[in-house]
């Protein structure tokens, strides 16, 4: 086993990114009440919405899976961060 210098880069973008925006917590609350069905379908179908929006910011290079937000969080960890709160109030 050998050490090796590399380098990584990824790039920091503001919360309001067009991916980061996904997960925004008010937009999300606004998709949850949006329509009148079982709260736990309306989850997962605002999730898989949510989701499908996501893969095309990806295909369309507005936003890399590797970004961070200015607070060093990356998509995955804003998603968790948030998701206990969302859960807890519906």
């Given at each position: ?6 380098i990584s880069f990824r790039m920091v ?78």
């Amino acid at each position: 086993m050998s050490i090796s210098p590399s380098i990584s880069f990824r790039m920091v973008v503001p919360s309001g990114s067009p991916a980061f925006a996904l997960f925004n917590p008010e937009t999300f609350s606004k998709a949850l009440e949006s329509e009148f069905i079982s709260t736990k379908r309306r989850y997962c179908e605002t999730l898989e919405h949510t989701m499908q929006k996501l893969l095309e910011v990806f295909a369309d290079r507005q936003a890399f899976p590797t970004d961070l937000n200015e607070y060093g969080e990356s998509l995955l960890q804003v998603k968790n961060t948030d998701a206990h709160d969302r859960l807890s109030r519906y």
